[in-house]
């Protein structure tokens, strides 16, 4: 029977041993090398959105944005979105999507990124970036760099840094 229904609240301090066990988990001790993973290294999530769902007092999954620029455009990466394999296929990752999204939207943020597959992606707005208008400072494959504009954003330009700290 699939779980339909979850608690998803605010990710607070006391939960970061168990997301880091979730990652671990689901992207293995690679996960650092990814181009990814490398532009959040000193770059924080926004607590304001970042989330995690529960099965009783477990958490089940996570999701965290993070500040970037893109060129001199503020935005948020996404990442990661991890549920654990226990939970998988049962709505927790796109109820992880709708709830960050909608906070990142209702907060005046514009522009979201990702890396990621697009089938998965594109029904919570994202698209792929045209070839070469947003660039990475590592390898990423182009048919996975995903792109939401939020509240009426332009579609930015530019190199990816880690960005400011809201």
Not at 104 to 116: I, M, N, R, S
Request: charged share 20%; aromatic share 6%.
């Amino acid at each position: 029977m699939k779980q339909t229904t979850w608690v998803i609240r605010p990710e607070d301090s006391a939960d970061t041993t168990a997301i880091e066990d979730l990652q671990a988990n689901a992207f293995g001790p690679g996960r650092f090398a990814r181009t990814a993973f490398r532009i959040r290294e000193n770059v924080g999530p926004r607590a304001d959105l970042s989330f995690v769902g529960l099965v009783g007092s477990q958490i089940a999954g996570s999701i965290r944005l993070s500040p970037i620029l893109i060129g001199d455009t503020e935005a948020l990466l996404l990442g990661p979105l991890t549920v654990s394999p226990d939970f998988k296929n049962r709505g927790l990752g796109k109820a992880l999507m709708r709830t960050a999204m909608n906070a990142a939207a209702q907060a005046g943020d514009k522009v979201v990124l990702l890396v990621g597959d697009a089938p998965y992606y594109s029904p919570f707005g994202f698209q792929q970036v045209p070839l070469g208008r947003i660039t990475l400072p590592g390898p990423v494959d182009p048919a996975r760099l995903l792109v939401a504009l939020l509240n009426e954003a332009d579609m930015p330009e530019g190199a990816v840094q880690g960005g400011h700290q809201a």
